[in-house]
């Protein structure tokens, strides 16, 4: 039994280190209000609401890491436009990131690139980034809560 006691408490360390990782975790993440997106530039913060985003028709299409296809076909707003409308003056990158905390980095040029990046007003009232032109749809990011410039 003692033989086993150095395993046990390795074991209850790595539980607990976990448990103070996640809490750690979840207690630094961006908390957007639903319905709002928040765009970050300068150690400022903007909230804009969704509802009142100026969209326009987007359509394209997007291929994914095996080369297949889809077409895009929807209402959104350009990315650089957003930016502008947030107050985001000169930046040379941008991160797009989801509720999930997974996120996309794009350059300034391809920002903003006329019909290259987009965020997409999607059925449930949340917003997708869509990048055309990528060899890969890994930029496309769903559930879109904050928007970083720097």
């Known amino acids: 039994m003692k033989k086993r006691t150095p395993i046990y408490l390795a074991v209850a360390a790595l539980a607990l280190l976990t448990i103070i990782a996640a809490a750690v975790h979840l207690t630094t993440r961006a908390d957007v209000p639903a319905g709002t997106l928040r765009v970050e530039y300068g150690g400022k913060a903007v909230e804009l609401d969704v509802g009142k985003l100026e969209l326009e028709p ?67 009232s949340s917003l997708q980034l869509v990048v055309f032109g990528d060899e890969n749809s890994k930029r496309n990011v769903s559930n879109v809560k904050l928007v970083s410039a720097s």
């Open 58 to 124: 987007v359509q394209g299409t997007v291929r994914n890491g095996k080369g297949e296809t889809k077409t895009v076909d929807g209402q959104g707003i350009a990315l650089s436009k957003l930016l502008e409308q947030a107050g985001v003056g000169d930046y040379s990158a941008v991160t797009v990131t989801a509720d999930d905390e997974y996120s996309a980095d794009m350059t300034a040029e391809e920002a903003a690139e006329s019909g290259r990046a987009y965020l997409l007003l999607e059925e449930d």
